[in-house]
């Protein structure tokens, strides 16, 4: 309800009166002579007071609803939070920012919302925590601000950036090396972030020094820029990443780490060979642990063979992941793993090159019967599969206690490298719980001879039950009709041919060779012996040249899933 014209007339008047009775002076009387002039000045003093009217009220309604709205906000949820609530707001917002640029910007925001936030955000040190490159006066500001929060720090150059202004920020947080507690730095030169890796670190959680992969930028062993990183003072350190830096195996940062990332090293002392072992020793708490584009070019005598001893090997219980990758000469990896037990549920990963001249057995030998006991999982792997990447052929596995568990990963430029592994596989370690494989892609015509490699593997595992062919060559098909004397396979029950060109006559003969009729007991115008088992289906997908009589001659021997088109 809004009041009316009589109720401002009333009050204008009250006010003015008011006004008018304060003033000093008044003059005595008003000019006679001229009554248009008397007039005027009637006119000036009534507008003068009105103004003062006026802004009185202004400032006065200006100053009553600022409190008014003061009064009401400080009753809103947010402002009756704890100021440490607030501020762990304002922490998770900027953090949940990956824009550094971001969480900059909304941190000089929430200190221009209201006094009251200014000052929050001014008393909480950890939001200003978070370092990464930008122009130095914001950087010292920030600086300021954490006062003496563990700070995180990460300075990229991205392999293409000028170093100075990296230097530059990296010698304005050096003196404050003892606070932090997460610290990326990647940069072509590893003297640059020298500095920053000096004193001792006790609150230092996560480490990253990265100088690769730049035109695959290397360290050398023979490096003394980080014989002593932050003086062997990080009692908190947990990762560790190390690309193109050198820190000696059995330096005490690796002491508590739970996971460890080493690439880009080049160890060229003859006693490198046999002192990287010492870094097992120095790190049995790790989980995950990563090695990497590392090359040992020690002298023949130091190199490791087969005659070298096993161990001692360091039992890694808690590890859950290892990725062995390109490591030169392909004897390093077997020698490394004959250093360490691993548990039965480890992931392990091994990624391999060789080339036509590749001596194939360095590639197997780390799954020797010698190894059985100290590489567990790979034993009991329940699931192979072979497949044709371009020039990288992978062999990956997968066992009973987790999926994924042992990879192996080899690179060749020919094919024969290949073809000789797989040929061999399952002659080094035995895998008695092997139960399916699945073949992808080797469909050109020099995958052909595959065809035989593919059945010595096979031939030597009767356990597979389930048979996988993805895009293979049309003599991959006539595998399961071998017999040597009996099936290859004994125990297939399942067949899946996925996008291969068929011989449909072929597959019937096939069908017919591993099943029996309805109704007919074993033996009976079948191939099969009395211990082997029945092929039970068949599944059939982006295969068009069976016909429905061909389909339903199938479907008389076994189940049969047929799809034209893959999915």
């Known amino acids: 309800m809004e009041p009316d ?76 939070l704890p100021n440490e609530t607030l501020s762990s707001i304002f922490s998770f917002a900027s953090r949940s920012l990956t824009d550094y640029l971001s969480a900059i910007r909304l941190l000089l925001t929430i200190s221009s919302v209201s006094r009251v936030w ?52 990296v010698a304005l947080v050096s003196p404050h090396a003892h606070r932090l507690r997460r610290c990326i730095l990647r ?75 080493l690439s880009h090293i080049v160890y060229t002392r003859p006693e490198a060979m046999r002192d990287f072992p010492k870094l097992f020793e120095a790190a049995p708490l790790l989980e995950e642990l990563y090695l990497g584009r590392l090359y040992f070019f020690p002298t023949p005598d130091a190199a490791p063979h087969a005659s070298w001893p096993p161990g001692p090997a360091t039992h890694l219980s808690h590890l859950r992941t290892l990725d062995i990758r390109h490591i030169t000469p392909e004897s390093v990896p077997a020698y490394l793993l004959s250093h360490i037990i691993l548990p039965p549920t480890t992931r392990f990963t091994l990624s391999m090159h060789t080339n036509l001249n590749g001596d194939i057995p360095d590639v197997t030998s780390p799954f020797s019967d010698t190894h059985s006991n100290r590489l567990p999982n790979l034993s009991s792997i329940s699931a192979l599969f072979i497949e044709n990447q371009g020039f990288q052929y ?14 192996l990963e080899l690179t060749a430029n020919e094919w024969a490298p290949m073809l000789a592994t797989i040929s061999k596989l399952g002659r080094g370690f035995s895998m008695p719980y092997l139960k399916s494989v699945h ?29 996988e062919l993805d895009n293979c060559h049309s003599s991959m098909i006539e595998v399961p009709l071998m017999t040597n004397p009996q099936h290859i396979c004994p125990q297939l029950k399942c ?12 597959l019937i003969e096939i069908v017919e060779a591993r099943t029996k009729p309805n109704g007919s007991v074993l033996g009976s115008r079948s191939g099969l ?39």
């Open 118 to 169: 200014r000052e929050i955000a001014l008393r909480s040190p950890r939001l200003w925590t978070r370092l990464e490159r930008s122009p130095l006066p914001l950087l010292s500001l920030f600086l300021t601000r954490s006062k003496q929060a563990p700070l995180e720090v990460a300075f990229d150059t991205s392999y293409t950036a000028s170093g100075a202004r990296f230097s530059s920020c």
């Open 187 to 261: 940069c072509q030169e590893a003297e640059v972030f020298k500095s920053l890796v000096l004193l001792p670190a006790p609150y230092l959680e996560i480490l990253v020094l990265d100088c690769g992969p730049y035109f695959d930028i290397q360290a050398y062993d023979y490096s003394e820029l980080f014989l002593h990183p932050f003086a062997g003072h990080t009692p908190a350190l947990r990762e560790l990443t190390l690309e193109g830096v050198f820190v000696p195996p059995a330096h005490r940062i690796y002491s508590n780490l739970i996971k460890l990332r």
């Open 5 to 80: 014209d009589s109720t401002f007339s009333r009050l204008y008047q009250a006010l003015v009166d008011e006004l008018r009775s304060k003033r000093d002076h008044l003059p005595n009387s008003v000019p006679a002579q001229d009554p248009s002039q008397a007039t005027r000045y009637l006119l000036d003093e009534e507008i003068e007071f009105t103004e003062l009217a006026l802004n009185g009220l202004e400032s006065y309604f200006s100053r009553k609803l600022a409190a008014l709205r003061l009064r009401r906000n400080q009753l809103a949820p947010i402002l009756r």
């Open 394 to 407: 992978v062999l990956r596995g997968d066992t009973r206690q987790s999926s994924g568990s042992f990879s």
């Open 495 to 506: 067949l899946i041919i996925k996008g291969c060109s068929l011989n449909p006559t072929k």
């Open 529 to 567: 012996e009395a211990d082997e088992t029945c092929l039970e289906s068949l599944c059939l997908v982006g295969c068009s040249m069976l016909t429905e009589m061909q389909l339903s001659a199938l479907r008389e021997r076994l189940s049969v899933t047929y799809s034209q088109e893959r999915p």
């Open 439 to 467: 073949i992808s892609d080797l469909k050109s015509t020099i995958h052909a001879e595959a065809a035989i490699a593919i059945r010595a593997f096979l031939d030597r595992h009767s356990s597979i039950e389930e048979l």
